[in-house]
């Protein structure tokens, strides 16, 4: 099983700035087989970013990923008030597909 | 418009049996591989089951595993949990969501809540 672990834990940050997450794997994940979700209070996960680097249908271009391997990397470029929610990267390249532990973006 | 609900949650004692229903609507459910995923309060996101389009082969989280049946009946766009020996930590929100093998989940339903409790 590959395990997902996500840093930081909680990312603080006033509207405007950058944010940047991490999500390490255990081991190699496959053909960049790495989503980002979004999820608010109450609500379901959305899907942001699918292999590593492509937005999924109607995410504003802020959102941004990047990475291979082992290593990989979501961007806010200008935190909206609406960005601030927790955020989850997954893998479902190999079976089981895993989820890393998520980190919250909260307001400053 | 691309639909997922879930349904057949609710409260049960340690032991007991529950099974959950998600309805599809808007896309080709026949054509997709579907999954539950569950959320225990305030907690991350664990993949529990998956079932690929035909019902050919299925998957479960060791933590389910023996416990749990996964199923579908395309004629009715529908897919399933029963879920058997149910403990305290199944405690869950129980999400059903849409994504192929080697594909990330595209859609998801609004969940439907199971409490293990005594």
């Known amino acids: 099983e590959i395990v997902l672990t996500q840093s930081p834990g909680t990312l603080s940050l006033p509207p405007g700035e950058r944010a940047t997450l991490s999500c390490r794997a255990s081991q190699s994940v496959s053909s960049s087989s790495l989503a980002w979700y979004q999820q608010k209070p109450d609500q379901a996960p959305r899907l942001l970013i699918y292999g590593a680097s492509s937005r999924a249908t109607g995410i504003p271009d802020r959102f941004s990923g990047s990475g291979s391997g082992t290593d990989f990397t979501l961007t806010i470029s200008r935190l909206e008030p609406e960005d601030f929610a927790v955020y989850y990267c997954?893998?479902?390249?190999?079976?089981?597909?895993?989820f890393g532990q998520g980190t919250k973006v909260e307001i400053k | 418009e691309v639909q997922l609900v879930e349904s057949g949650g609710g409260l049960v004692q340690p032991g007991r049996s529950l099974r959950l229903s998600c309805a599809a609507s808007g896309f080709a459910f026949h054509d997709y591989t579907m999954s539950w995923v569950r959320q225990a309060p305030g907690q991350g996101l664990e993949w529990v089951s998956a079932?690929?389009?035909?019902?050919?082969?299925?998957s479960y989280a060791d933590s389910v595993k023996g416990r749990f049946t996964i199923s579908r009946d395309n004629a009715k766009n529908s897919l399933y949990l029963q879920m058997n020996s149910l403990r305290e930590e199944d405690t869950a929100l129980y999400y059903c969501?849409?994504?192929?093998?080697?594909?990330?989940?595209?859609?998801w339903g609004q969940g439907t809540m199971v409490t293990v409790s005594s």
């Open positions: 997954q893998q479902y390249g190999s079976s089981p597909r895993t």
């Open positions: 079932i690929t389009r035909n019902s050919d082969t299925t």
């Open positions: 969501a849409k994504g192929n093998w080697g594909s990330p989940f595209d859609i």
